[in-house]
């Protein structure tokens, strides 16, 4: 029997079937049935989420860690149920579902913590006998709008800070993870939540979504998604005056260098370029590689594309699970095509796989002879597509690297300090690499970029702060 998943507003579960979830590794295979909340449901959620906030914002910090480290608590302990649903309904492999599950877990935990950490700051006027204090306090009600490729790990990251600080929120998923979204909000509402302090609004972007950027009672958005969607919450949040924060796409170089490690550099170049499909704005899908070792990368980087193991996601064998959907598969291939006219030469892969049920496999595509002007070095695929560039020098690499409309991340295969540290001072990008991948991050550090990648303060870590908190100033004088 298919379950059927209701959306949460003020505290209820409520809503008809509206969408199907179906399994990209076989589409014969539904995920469940999932309400879809039209315009009125996104303004009764936020109608809720506006009520609940002056309780939640002044109720005490161990009511917040409560909740916070219960809800961590349990996504530990059912890692392995979450994380073989988030396979089934993205298509990322099972080490990686269970990976992403165990990182929403620790993240719920490290905010927990910062609940019992928040501190302000008091400080004499410069008028003798008047006291200044800086405390932070919550935002109110904030919108959290989140992409399918980290389906709990992306929620996670926002919905843990935008309630330790105090916040309360409408979430609304993106249309094709919905099982992840709501198994998170099922935790965090049965771990003690008052009502109307998180609200779940599955559904359409245009609707629900639109319906959330158009409510002049939405005080903030946090943004994941693409450039394009991005804009439209930037212009709409700057009409209401609003506070937003986008984090958006990629298009990361990894530069490697003639004094690389061969093994190191094949291991951060297919693990950055393929791993999750190469479905992660992290991605490196630029390799900027120098004329002494091209050859040998190359030939070593096919040899590994060769044997990874592409499959049903819920395999454990599979080490590259099926692209997201029929829509995304098309972008690949399309670009795949376009890579082709444009001159580039495909060494390895590209085409469509057949496995034993129906579903959207592509095998890793490795474009050579790829220029940093053609169309697959400057627009993201968001797919297992990656080019290699040859340069001259590590000064070139540079160059080519920087020049992109965006700036995520970036990451440099080097053994020589002059070029890591060089490469780590002069990179455009929020977060740099030296002989790692571009994807892969700590969960306790600020996430994000520069450029057309993000906009606003930094996710995660103690940095979300800024986003999640608004300063008050307060002069006292006390006679
Ligand atoms: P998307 O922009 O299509 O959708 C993102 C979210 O916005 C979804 O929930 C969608 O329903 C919603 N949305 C769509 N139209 C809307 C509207 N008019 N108003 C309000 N909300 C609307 O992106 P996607 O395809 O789900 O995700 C892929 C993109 O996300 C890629 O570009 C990727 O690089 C980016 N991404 C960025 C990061 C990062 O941290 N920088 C992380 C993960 C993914």
């Not at 989420?49 to 480290?69: E, M």
């Not at 990656?386 to 970036?410: C, H, M, Q, W």
């Amino acid at each position: 029997m298919t379950v059927l998943r209701k959306n949460l507003i003020d505290g209820e579960w409520l809503g008809e079937a509206g969408s199907r979830n179906i399994n990209p590794s076989n589409t014969n295979d539904i995920v469940g049935e999932y309400a879809s909340a039209g315009p009125e449901q996104a303004k009764q959620a936020i109608a809720a989420a506006k009520a609940a906030f002056p309780a939640w914002s002044r109720s005490g910090p161990l009511a917040r860690h409560a909740v916070l480290k219960k809800t961590s608590d349990e996504i530990m302990a059912r890692k392995d149920e979450i994380g073989r649903s988030l396979a089934r309904e993205e298509g990322k492999t099972l080490a990686e579902g269970v990976g992403e599950t165990i990182r929403a877990a620790q993240i719920f935990d490290f905010f927990a913590g910062e609940t019992l950490r928040l501190s302000g700051e008091m400080v004499p006027s410069v008028r003798p006998g008047v006291g200044v204090e800086m405390t932070r306090e919550g935002v109110g009600v904030v919108g959290i709008i989140t992409p399918w490729n980290f389906p709990i790990a992306i929620p996670a990251w926002k919905i843990a800070p935008a309630l330790a600080y105090g916040n309360t929120i409408v979430f609304k998923p993106a249309e094709l993870v919905p099982e992840s979204a709501w198994t998170i909000v099922d935790i965090l509402h049965r771990a003690g939540l008052p009502k109307g302090v998180l609200n779940l609004v599955m559904g359409k972007g245009s609707v629900v979504g639109q319906a959330m950027l158009d409510n002049p009672d939405v005080n903030a958005i946090s943004f994941t998604g693409s450039v394009g969607t991005g804009k439209r919450v930037a212009a709409a949040s700057v009409e209401h005056m609003r506070k937003f924060q986008l984090e958006m796409g990629g298009k990361n170089p990894l530069v490697v260098l003639d004094d690389a490690d061969l093994a190191v550099a094949v291991d951060c170049a297919v693990n950055g370029a393929y791993f999750s499909t190469g479905q992660r704005c992290t991605a490196s899908s630029r390799l900027i590689v120098t004329d002494g070792i091209h050859d040998r990368f190359v030939e070593a980087i096919k040899e590994r594309l060769d044997k990874l193991v592409i499959g049903d996601a819920l395999d454990a064998k599979t080490q590259i699970g099926p692209v997201v959907d029929q829509n995304q598969l098309k972008q690949d291939e399309d670009y795949i095509a376009i890579g082709r006219q444009e001159g580039a030469e495909l060494a390895f892969g590209g085409d469509r796989l057949e496995r034993g049920a129906p579903g959207f496999y592509l095998q890793p595509a490795l474009f050579v002879g790829s220029t940093n002007a053609m169309r697959i070095s400057r627009e993201e695929i968001f797919g297992p597509v990656a080019n290699v560039i040859r340069v001259k020098d590590y000064d070139e690499a540079l160059a080519v690297a920087n020049d992109t409309p965006f700036g995520l991340t970036s990451g440099i295969c080097t053994t020589s300090l002059k070029h890591a540290t060089h490469f780590k001072r002069n990179s455009e990008a929020g977060m740099v690499m030296v002989n790692l991948p571009t994807a892969g991050v700590d969960f306790h550090v600020p996430f994000g970029g520069r450029k057309g990648s993000s906009y606003g303060p930094r996710e995660q870590g103690r940095y979300a702060m800024e986003f999640y908190t608004t300063v008050k100033t307060a002069y006292t004088f006390a006679g």
